[in-house]
């Protein structure tokens, strides 16, 4: 594996500099790797140094910066010419989820550097399968899937495509550690990853006993949140298992498996969101109802809570307990 | 709904000393409650005095005292004699989940107190209806539903059973509020209620996914920590669909519910773990593997992270956002 001084020398890429891309970016910085970024949109190159710079401040007053704002942003690079990808090692596509769009980008990148550079792609949409057929040497291709805000997020999910190489995935997993992060790793290109198949049969469920009166959206959030959410980030859900003594869950998941919901429609309630327009917190429409104070007041609380949740979270990390108690290689 | 000085005027009872019982004690005490706590067996009645005593200390560290550990035991009576229930309004049932056994309990409670005192279970196993059967004037039976440990949970799960009445249900919800819980209440009995369903339909998903070799234990961990711990104990899964613009959603769950599995099968691992009579933690053998320390690590830093989570919870309550910004009733 790399070692920090390595990741020092390796460039890394990223193209696309919306507010995902310019995220990344500043991850990729705060890890100490060269970062090349490449506005293929005119507004998104004037908006980035002004987005990073505050994304940098974020990290600053959150204490995540070992060095001083200025000494990060003199290791980046910013452009609307991909020739400034030349030197890198890795370069991270984040922009629209549009495959002919990427196909382009991926022409530019090719154009633009080694034949060996590891490309990757932050899609949650397009399987990696996929995108990886339009380039050319498709084994370098890599699915790098981050959370927003992925300078503060510990979740990384990397996916290999079909024709990806063993030895480019494992490559980009060792590095992920360098990120901060607890990247987890698939081996097969699967619809929605993990998370969101496991978050998919938390809303059928939730949906279904809703439907039949038996839960309200309130309590179904209640239960979750200070239920699950008690345990969530110290433990996964297998963890928690053998934490509760394991043994009898045999018993129980034979009773309750047949209870649970099979079905594949799609309740009223979330078509009539659709009807109505409705966009959340973001137009004061959605399964709840909001003031525009309410609904402001719900994303001001929930960047303050990102920031504790974090703080929270690196006191208990995966890596910790891994290397305090060398239970896993 | 009751004010906090006449809560101080409501006596409450508990019957059952165990871990849970005691621990659902002093949640009591804390609330301002006096509190009878009956022990039918010799050795929890032995035990109980030192274990709440802990208890209290445990809740004087993390800052849960409003007063001295002497005024809240000041507050509480522990015998083996159910005549101190007497005047007490509600009494609280934490035995043995055996059906039997909590039959003879209950008749020592009713033949101890008033015709309307409020008698519940914590049962998170037996029915609330089949419970409220074998009890006279069963409108007053109602299931309260605690989570480990009592005093520093905020989840309470309040379950209305076929015979309950809505006032006495209703009565113990507002009452909850005053216990420092964001209950939930469950109009009608379900089989492992809310919470217990939602994450068995995230076992069974996970669970599918092993089995097929498109995950593994470790990354369903990784991914459900890193995700959905970091927005979990925030918001619930419904409000994170308003966050996230709810309107997307429809599209996306008509596309991932014939995914999901739907197969009642447990699968192989689960069976193993009984053949190795695998207790997790408690035994070093489990679906993880750990040595003693690394098991006695879990539990002691589980138990650290418990405290603080306990405290960010705090910082974002439910209450909290309904009080500020007005959107409940």
Redesign the interface.
Same mark, same amino acid.
């Given at each position: 594996m790399a070692n920090n001084n390595e990741v020092e020398h390796i460039e890394v890429g990223v193209v696309g500099l919306g507010l995902m891309g310019s995220s990344i970016a500043v991850a990729l910085l705060l890890a100490g790797h060269p970062v090349k970024g490449v506005a293929p949109l005119a507004d998104d190159l004037k908006d980035a140094p002004q987005r990073i710079l505050a994304q940098l401040k974020h990290c600053e007053e959150t204490g995540l910066l070992k060095k001083s704002i200025e000494e990060y942003l003199m290791n980046l690079t910013l452009s609307d010419d991909y020739t400034i990808l030349k030197n890198c090692q890795l370069v991270q596509e984040c922009v629209i989820e549009i495959k002919e769009i990427k196909a382009q980008v991926y022409q530019k990148i090719i154009n633009a550097t080694a034949e060996n550079t590891v490309i990757s792609s932050n899609t949650s949409a397009i399987p990696i399968s996929l995108l990886q057929d339009m380039i050319d040497r498709p084994s370098r291709f890599v699915g790098i899937h981050w959370?927003e805000p992925a300078y503060m997020?510990?979740?990384l999910?990397i996916t290999k495509g079909k024709q990806t190489a063993d030895s480019h995935a494992q490559w980009v997993f060792n590095l992920a550690h360098h990120w901060n992060k +607890?990247?987890?790793?698939?081996?097969?290109d699967?619809?929605? $990853?993990?998370?969101?198949?496991?978050?998919? &049969?938390?809303?059928?469920?939730?949906?279904h006993?809703i439907t039949q009166?038996?839960?309200s959206?309130?309590?179904?959030?209640?239960?979750?949140?200070?239920?699950?959410?008690?345990?969530?980030?110290?433990?996964?859900?297998?963890?928690r298992?053998?934490?509760?003594?394991?043994?009898d869950?045999?018993e129980?998941?034979?009773?309750?498996?047949?209870?649970?919901?099979?079905?594949?429609?799609?309740p009223e309630v979330?078509?009539k969101?659709?009807k109505q327009?409705?966009?959340?917190?973001?137009n004061c429409a959605?399964?709840?109802?909001?003031?525009q104070? +309410?609904a402001r007041?719900?994303?001001k609380?929930?960047a303050l $809570?990102?920031k504790?949740?974090?703080k929270? &979270?690196q006191?208990?990390p995966?890596s910790y307990?891994r290397d305090?108690?060398?239970?896993?290689k």
């Open positions: 959370a997020t510990r979740f999910e +607890e990247p987890t790793f698939l081996q097969k699967i619809r929605g $990853f993990v998370t969101n198949r496991l978050m998919y &049969a938390v809303y059928r469920e939730a949906l006993l009166g038996e839960t959206l309130e309590d179904a959030d209640k239960a979750f949140r200070y239920d699950a959410g008690s345990w969530m980030v110290f433990m996964g859900i297998f963890r298992m053998d934490y509760l003594g394991v043994r869950f045999h129980i998941l034979k009773n309750f498996f047949p209870l649970l919901n099979n079905g594949d429609e799609v979330m078509q969101m659709i327009e409705a966009r959340g917190t973001q959605g399964l709840f109802s909001y003031t104070e +309410e007041q719900w994303n609380s929930f $809570f990102n504790d949740i974090f929270l &979270a006191k208990y995966e307990q305090n108690y060398g239970e896993r």
